[in-house]
């Protein structure tokens, strides 16, 4: 370029007449970030429509690289339409922002993702919108429970901790008999344990967090549907409350996503090896894994699934103080203490059950003792394995 006007090194920089070659491609897309996007003209800026993904108005409303991820994850779920939001639980509240209002109730199972719950009876309560918790694995008694306010019905399969399968069909058909929309949170099954919209569900929300992202790096959350109108109500209440994902996270999880059915059944094969073996020891009352015989809801995983995630909680023999307990945990080496799951890394949380479900969680004949929660990584299983039983044999020997 020829400076005609000699102007300011700065401004050079901003304004740099280089342009790379456009058709560049690779398997993996770029990333673009933005805040502003350029319009090559006033008339551009005022025809640009951020409801239609046929350009860009603002990085908010996104880029490239977010459609792509917005496009990937709608197929993953066997949607139409997704919009992003900033973690799993920005999506659940983006939910019931769109679908609620002032004199509104929503049901949630009561053994629903616990930050979703807390999110009903901190914020929404203060909005006006009520909400009750049903058995998820009563179909009856939800239909029972729904009455003129009820707005949404949030299902979970199977749920946050205690792995209750429910019957999903029976559920949804029971909200749609009397016309409430319903919301299923598919985090565990990822799209791929099982087709989420063939149960009749409207919405299809998902922490991207987990499965998709696979790394423990990315917080992220979709919410998908198949109706044009309903993606809309829900994208106007997004844009309004200024929900946006980071172009490098959205790479990320764009990334990790073609590897998400290999990492899946890895990891349910991790977890299925050793939920069977740990419910041949006889510190352990009960394995509570969805695939496994006698397990709550088995019938229905079978029913609905054609794998399950990497995740299971065991209930340890009630005979056990929580001091015993913890010193179990503190002594595995491979499975660490956290939070989330799907990673690389085996996790593993204790939960106090009288604390998050209340003290009639204990009365239920599967809940009884001390439930531990293990999520597998990558490591090898016989690795895993060894852990598990040095942990054991360390806790709980016979003093
Ligand atoms: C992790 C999780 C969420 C929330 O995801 P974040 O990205 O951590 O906010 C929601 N639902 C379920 C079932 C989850 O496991």
New binding site residues.
């Given amino acids: 370029m020829t400076r005609t006007m000699a102007r300011d090194i700065t401004t050079e920089l901003i304004h740099h007449a280089y342009q790379p070659p456009a058709g560049f491609e690779a398997p993996q897309p770029a990333v673009h970030k933005a805040s502003t996007i350029l319009f090559k003209d006033v008339a551009a800026l005022r025809a640009r429509d951020w409801r239609e993904k046929t350009g860009y108005t603002y990085g908010l409303h996104g880029t490239p690289t977010t459609f792509l991820l917005e496009e990937r994850i709608a197929t993953l779920e066997g949607g139409n339409f997704c919009a992003l939001a900033p973690?799993?639980?920005?999506?659940?509240a983006l939910v019931d922002q769109a679908l609620l209002s002032q004199g509104d109730e929503v049901l949630l199972p009561e053994n629903?993702?616990g930050?979703?719950i807390a999110l009903a009876r901190g914020e929404l309560a203060r909005w006006g919108i009520t909400h009750r918790l049903y058995d998820p694995m009563d179909v009856a008694g939800l239909a029972a429970m729904i009455g003129p306010a009820t707005r949404l019905v949030w299902l979970?399969a199977p749920g946050?901790v205690t792995m209750e399968f429910p019957d999903l069909h029976g559920l949804v058909a029971a909200a749609k008999a009397r016309g409430v929309a319903t919301a299923l949170?598919n985090?565990?099954g990822a799209g791929i344990a099982f087709r989420a919209f063939d149960s009749g569900v409207d919405i299809v929300?998902?922490?991207?967090?987990?499965f998709p992202s696979g790394g423990g790096d990315v917080?992220?959350?979709s919410v998908v549907t198949r109706d044009a109108a309903l993606h809309e109500r829900i994208k106007l209440t997004h844009m309004r409350l200024g929900l946006g994902v980071s172009g490098n996270d959205a790479e990320l999880v764009l990334r990790s996503l073609a590897t998400i059915s290999l990492r899946y059944a890895a990891q349910d094969q991790a977890a299925r090896a050793l939920a069977q073996w740990l419910a041949t020891r006889p510190e352990i009352t009960r394995v509570l894994h969805p695939a496994l015989e006698g397990a709550p809801g088995h019938a229905h995983w079978r029913a609905t699934c054609t794998a399950a995630a990497g995740l299971f909680s065991v209930m340890l023999d009630a005979r056990y103080s929580d001091a015993q307990v913890d010193a179990f945990v503190d002594a595995l080496r491979l499975f660490r203490i956290g939070?989330?799951?799907a990673g690389p890394v085996s996790l593993v949380v204790p939960y106090d059950l009288a604390e998050m479900r209340g003290p009639g969680a204990r009365q239920r004949e599967h809940l009884r003792g001390h439930l531990v929660r293990f999520s597998l990584g990558f490591e090898a299983v016989p690795d895993l394995q060894a852990d598990l039983a040095q942990a054991l044999e360390r806790a709980f020997k016979a003093a």
């Fill in positions: 973690s799993g639980l920005a999506a659940v629903a993702y930050p979703g979970e946050s949170d985090t565990w929300m998902q922490a991207l967090t987990k917080l992220m959350g939070y989330s799951w």
